[in-house]
C-alpha cells in the first residue's frame, strides 16, 4: 500500500498550476480498507507518504476526524504524523468548525471575508488555517452535524481563499464507502464538473472477513458461549455484541462485574464492557452500536472471540408515521451489515467464531436498506438551523441541505424547515433570533447533541431573562441531553410501579418533597421538573448526610452514576460557552447553595421558553367524548400518544388526572421529548410529558397565530411519509 500512496500523493500534492478554466484547489477521495490497519496505521502511512520539501514552502498537515476516531490516535502515532517540517494537527470536526467560524471577518463569499495567514504555524497562534496546507479527512459514517457542517465550512474556505495567488490547498477525504463522502457534491455548487482524484486502496486489502472465522448459523447463540466458556478454563475470551444481539442468560453467571473498557466512558460507540471474576475465566463482553461508528479493530491478548452480528438496534431516528424523532428499532443496513463482519477478522486470536443468528451471511449481508445519516434523523434541526446560520457565509442553505441529504430524507427536511420557522429560529436569510441568543444557540448546539429544542430553550431571551433562569435551564438541558428516561430507573420490584404507589398513596408527595434546588417547586408538573428536581436531590446526597426520611425514594429510583456526573460536566460546559458570550450565569452546579426556590414570574417565563422550544412536541390531553379516560394527541401531527405514565419511567408518579383537573378545561398541555415504539406494536409511548399552562399556549397562540386554529398553526401541509421501510420487527432475520 506504501508504493500506491506515495505515487498517488506525489502527484496529488504537487504545485497547482494556475491556468485559466481551472480550479486553483485540489480534492481527492481515498477508499480505505473495511477495517482498521495497525502497526503501521493507514495515517502513519499517509504520514509517512506524503513528499516534503523539507523548507518553509512544505505544506502544513492537517488530520481530521471524528471524536471517537481521534481518541484512538496513540502518542505513537502522533508522534509518526509529526514528523514532518511542520508538527501535524489532528483535529476533530468540531475544532475545524469552530476554527473557521472564528477567522469570519465580515459576510460574503470572497477572500476578504476571512482573516488569513501566511504563516504555516498560523493554527497554533490564532487558529488560522494556513494557505498551504493538505487537510487529511477521515470522513464520519454516520455523517454526523458537526461533520457535515465542518466540510461545508471548509469547501467554502477553500474556494474563497484560493483566489489568493499563494495559496496550495489539498483536501483529500478518506472512507471505506464513497457514499460517506458529500465534499464532492458540495464542491460541484462552487465548482461545476470538478474533478477529484481518486485511489481505491481496498482493493488492495484483504477481501474475507470470515476466512480465518467459524460461522455459526444456529440460533441457539447462548449455549454455544456458555460451552466456549466452559472449554476456555483460564484463558481469556472476548465477545462482541453489535446492535440488538442478546446472549440470554449469561448474567445468571456468578460474579459478573461491570467495568470500563478503555475510552468507554468518552466514547458512546461502547456501551459496556463486562468481566468475570472471582475465579471464573478472563471474559470480556463489549458491545458495540449496530451501526458501527468505528472502524473495526483487531483485538489482542485473547485466546478466542466470539462475534454476534445484530440484525438491529435501537436508536433515537426520525419516524414517518409520528413525523416525530422517537426512539424505535431500525434493521440495520446494507453496509452496517458489511463493517459489523469485519469484526471478524481478528487475526490475532487462535480461533474466531461469528454468530448469524439463523441466516447464511450472503443472506444477512442482502438484508436491510441504505444507511441513515445522523443529519437527516437525530441531528436533523439542528444542522439545518446551522446551514442557515452560514447564509451569510454566501452560501445558499436550501440547495447545500439538498446535496447533504438522501433524497429519503428530503420530506422530513421540508418539514423540518417549517418548524424552524414558526418557531422564529430561521427565517428565508437565516438565522433571525437575537444577536445574544443566537450566539447562545449556536454555542449550546454541538453540546446538547445537536437538539435544537434543548438549544433554543437555553439560548431564549440570553439578554433579558434573569440569571437564575438561565442556570435552571442549563441544568435542566444538561440532564435533559443525556435522556430522561436513561437518568433514572426503578430498582428491582416484585411488583409493578403503579402496584407500588397504589399500596403507599404518599409515596409521590415523599417524592416531590425530596426534589431540591431551583424548579423544585414545579416537580408534580412534569417529568422535566421532576428529573431535574431528582438530579438535584441526589446530587445533594453526595455532599450531606443520608437523610432516613427519604428511604423509600433511594429504595425505589436508582440514578446512574456516570451518566449524572456527565450530566454535570455537560452543564459546566455550557456554563463556561455561555459566559463567553458575556451572558451571565450562576455558576451552573452550585446545588447546595440553592436554598429558595423560583417564583411565579420565574416559572411562567421558564414555561414559555419550553412552549416555544418543543412547540411541534405538545400534546394535547383530553377526555374523549363517550369516555372516562384521559387520551393523549400530539397537535402538530395529530399522533395519538397511547401512553404516558409508563410503569417503566418516572412519569408514572406524575398526577396527569389531577394536572387535567386543575386546568379546569376541555384540554389541558404538556410537551414530550422524545417518542418510544416497540417491535410488533403500533402504539407511540411517551416516557415523559412535562405540564404547559393553558394561559401560556392561549399567549404563544395570541402573539403568533391569533386567527388560525393552533393545531392549523402547527401544521406544516406537508404531505406526510408513510411508515418507515427499514423499522425492524421481530419476524425479520428470524
Not at 494556513?130 to 466540510?151: E, K, T
Amino acid at each position: 500500500m506504501l508504493n500506491e500512496l506515495k505515487t498517488f500523493l506525489t502527484s496529488f500534492c504537487a504545485p497547482i498550476r494556475r491556468q485559466p478554466g481551472t480550479t486553483p484547489v485540489r480534492f481527492g477521495h481515498i477508499t480505505t480498507p473495511p477495517y482498521r490497519l495497525r502497526h503501521p496505521s493507514l495515517m502513519e502511512l499517509i504520514a509517512t507518504a506524503l513528499p516534503s520539501t523539507g523548507d518553509k514552502n512544505d505544506l502544513r498537515r492537517f488530520f481530521v476526524m471524528t471524536d471517537y476516531e481521534c481518541q484512538m490516535i496513540t502518542e505513537e502515532i502522533t508522534a509518526e504524523l509529526c514528523k514532518g517540517t511542520f508538527p501535524a494537527v489532528i483535529a476533530t470536526f468540531a475544532d475545524i468548525l469552530q476554527a473557521l467560524r472564528g477567522i469570519r471577518r465580515c459576510p460574503g463569499s470572497s477572500r476578504l471575508a476571512w482573516q488569513t495567514t501566511t504563516d504555516p504555524l498560523g493554527w497554533e497562534k490564532n487558529g488560522g488555517i494556513p494557505r498551504r496546507a493538505i487537510i487529511v479527512i477521515q470522513l464520519d459514517p454516520q455523517v454526523s452535524a458537526d461533520s457535515a457542517l465542518a466540510l461545508i465550512a471548509l469547501v467554502q474556505w477553500v474556494f474563497d481563499i484560493c483566489a489568493d495567488t499563494r495559496a496550495s490547498l489539498h483536501v483529500l477525504t478518506m472512507s471505506t464507502d464513497p457514499g460517506y463522502n458529500i465534499v464532492p457534491a458540495i464542491a460541484e455548487l462552487r465548482c461545476p464538473g470538478i474533478v477529484v482524484a481518486e485511489l481505491n486502496l481496498a482493493a488492495l486489502a484483504e477481501h474475507d472477513p470470515v476466512a480465518n472465522a467459524q460461522v455459526i448459523e444456529e440460533q441457539g447463540i447462548t449455549s454455544k458461549i456458555d460451552e466456549a466458556i466452559d472449554r476456555i478454563g483460564q484463558r481469556s475470551l472476548a465477545v462482541i455484541l453489535i446492535g440488538d444481539a442478546t446472549v440470554a442468560g449469561n448474567e445468571s453467571k456468578p460474579g459478573l462485574d461491570r467495568t470500563e473498557l478503555q475510552h468507554a466512558r468518552r466514547m458512546a460507540q461502547f456501551n459496556c464492557s463486562r468481566r468475570w471474576v472471582k475465579g471464573l475465566p478472563n471474559i470480556w463482553i463489549l458491545e458495540i452500536k449496530g451501526n458501527c461508528p468505528l472502524l473495526p479493530t483487531a483485538l489482542e491478548g485473547y485466546e478466542e472471540v466470539h462475534v454476534v452480528l445484530g440484525p438491529s438496534y435501537r436508536d433515537v431516528a426520525w419516524h414517518n408515521d409520528a413525523g416525530q424523532l422517537a426512539v424505535f428499532n431500525r434493521t440495520t443496513a446494507r453496509d452496517e451489515r458489511r463493517d459489523q463482519l469485519w469484526w471478524a477478522r481478528q487475526p490475532n486470536t487462535k480461533a474466531t467464531y461469528v454468530y448469524t443468528g439463523g441466516s447464511s451471511i450472503e443472506a444477512f449481508l442482502e438484508a436491510g436498506h441504505h444507511r441513515h445519516r445522523l443529519i437527516e434523523d437525530a441531528h436533523l434541526g439542528g444542522f439545518i438551523a446551522s446551514v442557515f446560520d452560514m447564509q451569510s457565509w454566501g452560501i445558499d442553505a436550501k440547495r447545500v441541505i439538498r446535496r447533504c441529504m438522501q433524497a429519503p430524507a428530503l420530506n422530513m427536511a421540508m418539514e423540518m424547515l417549517d418548524r424552524l420557522h414558526v418557531q422564529r429560529v430561521i427565517s428565508r436569510d437565516g438565522l433571525i433570533l437575537p444577536e445574544l441568543d443566537a450566539k447562545a444557540f449556536r454555542s449550546i448546539l454541538p453540546l446538547v447533541d445537536y437538539d435544537h429544542r434543548l438549544a433554543l430553550f437555553v439560548a431564549l431571551d440570553s439578554g433579558d431573562s434573569d440569571d437564575i433562569v438561565r442556570m435552571v435551564k442549563v441544568q435542566l438541558a444538561a440532564v435533559a441531553g443525556f435522556g430522561l428516561e436513561r437518568v433514572f430507573s426503578f430498582k428491582s420490584l416484585d411488583q409493578d410501579l403503579f402496584e407500588v404507589l397504589e399500596k403507599n398513596p404518599q409515596l409521590p408527595s415523599m417524592i416531590y418533597d425530596a426534589c431540591a434546588g431551583y424548579g423544585r417547586g414545579l416537580a408534580p408538573m412534569g417529568t422535566m421538573w421532576l428529573s431535574l428536581g431528582l438530579w438535584k436531590h441526589f446530587l445533594k446526597t453526595e455532599y450531606a448526610s443520608f437523610n432516613a426520611k427519604y428511604k423509600a425514594l433511594h429504595d425505589l429510583i436508582a440514578i446512574d452514576r456516570a451518566l449524572s456526573q456527565l450530566a454535570e460536566t455537560r452543564a459546566n460546559e455550557m456554563y463556561h460557552a455561555l459566559q463567553g458570550h458575556g451572558i451571565l450565569v450562576p455558576p451552573a452546579m452550585q446545588v447546595v447553595k440553592e436554598a429558595n426556590d423560583i417564583n411565579e414570574a420565574q416559572k411562567l417565563q421558564l414555561q414559555a421558553h419550553l412552549l416555544r422550544s418543543f412547540l411541534h412536541q405538545l400534546v394535547a390531553v383530553y377526555i374523549p367524548d363517550g369516555s372516562s379516560s384521559l387520551a393523549y394527541d400530539l397537535i402538530a401531527t395529530d399522533t395519538t400518544v397511547s401512553e404516558i405514565s409508563h410503569s417503566d419511567s418516572i412519569a408514572g408518579i406524575l398526577p396527569i388526572d389531577q394536572i387535567h383537573e386543575m386546568d379546569a378545561a376541555n384540554c389541558s398541555f404538556g410537551v414530550c421529548h422524545l417518542l418510544h415504539k416497540f417491535p410488533g406494536k403500533s402504539a407511540f409511548l411517551a416516557y415523559d410529558w412535562t405540564h404547559i399552562p393553558v394561559s401560556v399556549v392561549a399567549q404563544w397562540k395570541d402573539e403568533n397565530a391569533q386567527d388560525m386554529d393552533l393545531c392549523d398553526a402547527l401544521t406544516s401541509g406537508i404531505p406526510p411519509l408513510s411508515g418507515n421501510c427499514d423499522e425492524w420487527h421481530p419476524i425479520e432475520d428470524s
